[in-house]
Nanobody, 121 residues
C-alpha cells in the first residue's frame, strides 16, 4: 500500500515557474516509478512526465519537454516536477502517481488527490 500526496500548486502568470512536490509513503514504495498527470477542465487526464525507480530514466509529454523537469529523492520518498515557462495550456489539476514506468494511466496503481495549477495570461 502506497499513499501519495501532492503539493505546490497555485496561481501563476504565463512565463512563470512552479515546482510541485509529491510525497509517497508505505511499505511498497521501493521499486515504483513515479508519474505526473494533469487534467484540464473538460479534458481527459493526460500524461506529463515519469521517472523510473532504479535508474532515474525520465520521459515527458511533448507539450512539456524542455520546459518541465521531473526528479526524485528516494531517501525522502519524494518526487518533484519543476515547471518552467508556464502557459495557459498548462492549467489543470496535477496528479502524482506510483506504479510502473510508462505513459499510461493504467500503469499506475496509487494516486494522489491532485493539486491545482492555474496559469493566467
Amino acid at each position: 500500500q502506497v499513499q501519495v500526496v501532492e503539493s505546490g500548486g497555485g496561481l501563476v502568470q504565463a512565463g512563470d515557474s512552479l515546482r510541485l512536490s509529491c510525497a509517497a509513503s508505505g511499505r511498497t514504495f521501493s521499486g515504483y516509478a513515479m508519474g505526473w498527470f494533469r487534467q484540464a477542465p473538460g479534458k481527459e487526464r493526460d500524461f506529463v512526465a515519469t521517472i523510473a525507480w532504479n535508474n532515474n530514466l525520465t520521459d515527458y509529454a511533448d507539450s512539456v519537454r524542455r520546459r518541465f523537469i521531473i526528479s526524485r529523492d528516494n531517501a525522502k520518498n519524494t518526487v518533484y516536477l519543476q515547471m518552467n515557462s508556464l502557459n495557459s495550456e498548462d492549467t489543470g489539476v496535477y496528479y502524482c502517481a506510483a506504479g510502473s514506468y510508462g505513459r499510461d494511466r493504467y500503469q499506475y496503481k496509487y494516486w494522489g488527490q491532485g493539486t491545482q495549477v492555474t496559469v493566467s495570461s
